[in-house]
């Protein structure tokens, strides 16, 4: 089941949020508007859009502009995958082809930038600064910590407060602006707003770290991507980090090895390590602490039906596979 589907009252929302994203990719260039659909229509589970949808429904919003800021949403989330593959060299997302490995990296980074400026075209017509503020700081903190990941990139001395940092700009920033406009535009309380806020940044957290642990568990049918990714990128990732610091001089020597060097020559012996070392429940469980602080913040809010499907999908985001 979809997150979606949990909630029979978001579920016409959510598909108007669908219908908005397709209607609002036109463009007098049809390589941008091809390269647009083809990427917002592969499959996603529109997850961030979904949680400015019951952000603003948890705290009672009445109007319609919780569609167009949802799309805004989607589409800079979409923007970041467009430019994530090309600086990554993916050619696998959601068990089909890149949009860089059909078209090039030069056209997915033109219609990556595309996106972004469509994203703050809608963000005008909404015409909140509030909640202009939160979305420019939060594309603002998404490209310093994707430069920061690319710092990090091939060095095995990253501690875990800094990949740490990494998660909070590739990923929670972008759920925890998602859910904070939502609070913004239904003029939630303080404390309501505060509450959504921390509940996006903790779920966001969570998902980013299972998202680790999926490129040591599942398969490439199952993430939609290729196994090893990150290791073949030389990320080190949080499950990395753990092993290298629990693991005998051994195995720390190939990890290290491994994120120097990149690729996927020793990807099964570190897959083992990964596992002998705890490293993947040890991530596992820092990724349930983040649910569990993302539950508690939504202490703020009434309780609704909304607010239990956002409890449901913190507990969803730890037990995953894809």
Known sequence: MQPHQ??????PQFEAVNDYIINHL?????LVEKIGHYIVE??????????VLLAANAANYQGDKHIPLAAIIEFIHTATLLHDDVVDNSDLRRGKDTANAKWGNAPSVLVGD??????????????????????????????????????????????EEAYM?????????????????GAILAEASKAE????????????????????????????????KNVGDDLAEGKATLPLIHAMRTGNDEQRKLVRQAIRKG?????????DIVKETGAIEYTQEKAQGEADKAIAALDALQDTSFKETLIQIANLAVKRKS
């Open 6 to 11: 949990f909630n029979p009252v978001i579920e």
């Open 26 to 30: 036109g463009s007098n260039v049809p």
């Open 42 to 51: 592969s499959g996603g589970k529109r997850l961030r859009p979904l949680l």
């Open 193 to 224: 707003q505060e509450g959504l806020r921390l509940y996006g940044l903790h779920l966001g957290t969570a998902f980013q770290l299972i998202d680790d642990v999926m490129d040591y568990l599942s398969t490439a049918e199952e993430m939609g």
């Open 165 to 181: 940092q990494v998660i909070l700009g590739k990923t929670a920033m972008l759920f925890e602006a998602a859910t904070e406009a």
């Open 263 to 271: 690729g996927l020559d020793d990807l099964q012996p570190i897959m």
């Open 114 to 159: 595309f996106l972004y400026s469509r994203a703050f075209q809608v963000l005008v017509e909404i015409g909140s600064m509030p909640i202009m503020e939160v979305i420019s700081n939060a594309t603002n903190v998404i490209a310093e910590g994707e430069v920061l990941q690319l710092l990090n990139t091939k060095n095995p001395d990253t501690t």
